[in-house]
């Protein structure tokens, strides 16, 4: 008899779950409460632009194995553009001053050791300077490991473990830190190469699972909200979606539980989660980037922290943004459009009005990636035998990214795989 593993949420790391899980020949029930697949990865038609934007600029490296192998399973990882090489380039708004880092497409960083392809104005002691991050504990602050000043810290340290712990550098967590140099800074440029789902995150990473999934045979609903369940012997035995609706156990079928930290908590009482969050808002403007534009940019001195150049479009991203939460919608999205002229070079008629534009705010964007926070994210076990734990907020190793997502997925599978297989 075939077993159903039944998958609550969704969003990528369900998704990822229940790909893994339909190829090593279960049945496959997925469960989303909402009336979209994707979670906080996804995109939607726009109004206000009149385009489809994401909720989300997300960015990808070559390095990010898991989410490139779920992609690959999907058959979208086509989509994942990118440079043929690791080459970021950046602007400081207040200087002027522009330049790029070229990390090359091997699997050492020599990088750092060529002064026209590393940060200008650094030399090779400010980078050893960083050791310390690539074993240093999850309980320990970068700000204790590190030294957060200088121009290596304010021209490339800072905007990357901002971007990926979405705090201030300085209170994350220097082992998740660590984790992101080691498999990027660390691992070269044949690591780094970043890729944009350049036709949208929908259309790359979560239409294709969905219908990966129902074209063979498997279920996913939307607006399938579980409630409660009840357990029987240790193990999940019924599943209750509201009134009426609820769906029995037989005794090989597994529940993998993906949904957001605070649904979990109320599904599961006296779990630990997170209980901090942060922000992160996203600006998207339709206009035409001006030629030559590169796909992503680090902006420097200024609101925005990463320009995005799509077709019809620049998007920004502004992690840590808490502070930008319940600003006026129109003076915030006329700051960033004066840091977007300055950054992509914009002049004349085309900065002296705003452009159709949408501002985005995910107040819950994250968990935050401290020390203390870090300590609150389970494990994928609990104490129910046939119920396991997804998201990016459960303890990856990594910040709250989409590689941690499809890990957390790819992990939960494991062990259902795990024990049915003992």
Known sequence: MQNTAHIIGAGISGLSAAVRLANAGFKVAVHEATHQAGGRCRSYFDGATNLTIDNGNHLLLSGNSHARAYARSIGTEAGLVGPERAQFPFVDLATGQRWQIDLGDGRLPTWVLDESRRVPDTGLTDYLKLAPL??????????????????????LVQPLLLAALNVDPPEGSAGLAGAIVRETLLAGGQACRPLIARDGLS???????????????HAVQLGHELRSFATNDGKVGALNFGGEDVTQLSDGDVVVMAVPPRAASNLLPGIKTPTEFRAIVNAHFRIEPPPGSAPILGVIGGTVEWLFAFPNRLSVTISNGDRL????????????????CKAAGLSGELSLQLPPWQIVRERRATFAATPAQNSLRPGPVTALKNLFLAGDWTATGLPATIEGSVRSGDRAADLVLAAKGS
């Open 134 to 155: 690539i074993w240093a504990s999850e309980q320990t602050l970068v700000g204790n490991s590190i030294p957060c000043e200088g121009v290596l810290y304010q021209r």
């Open 203 to 217: 259309a790359v990473l979560i239409e294709p699972a969905v219908t990966f999934l129902t074209e063979r045979g």
């Open 325 to 340: 939460v319940d600003m006026p919608r129109e003076d915030l999205a006329q700051a960033i459009w004066n840091d977007v």
